[in-house]
C-alpha cells in the first residue's frame, strides 16, 4: 500500500528538479546576455580591432571638435609679410 501511494505524491526529488523563481530568473538574464554578446560579435572575426578602431575613430572625432572650438575663439592670428 505504501507503495502505491508514493509514486503519486511529489518527493523531495521532484521538487529539486524545477529551480527556485530566481534562480531561474538568474539563467535567463545569463542566457539573455550570452546571446546579445554573441549577436554583436556574429560576423566580426577579430572584435578586438574593431573595439581598437572604434576607439580611435572616437578620439579622432574628438579631437576634430576640439580644434574647431579653439579656432572659432581665436581670430587674433595675422598673416605677416615682410
Do not use: F, Y
Amino acid at each position: 500500500m505504501g507503495a502505491c501511494l508514493s509514486c503519486c505524491g511529489q518527493n523531495a526529488e521532484e521538487t529539486n528538479l524545477m529551480p527556485s523563481p530566481e534562480e531561474r530568473r538568474q539563467q535567463q538574464l545569463d542566457a539573455a546576455e550570452k546571446r546579445r554578446q554573441e549577436n554583436e560579435h556574429r560576423g566580426i572575426k577579430n572584435p578586438e580591432s574593431v573595439r581598437r578602431q572604434q576607439q580611435r575613430a572616437e578620439e579622432l572625432q574628438r579631437r576634430e571638435e576640439e580644434a574647431a572650438r579653439q579656432g572659432q575663439g581665436q581670430s587674433n592670428l595675422r598673416w605677416q609679410t615682410s
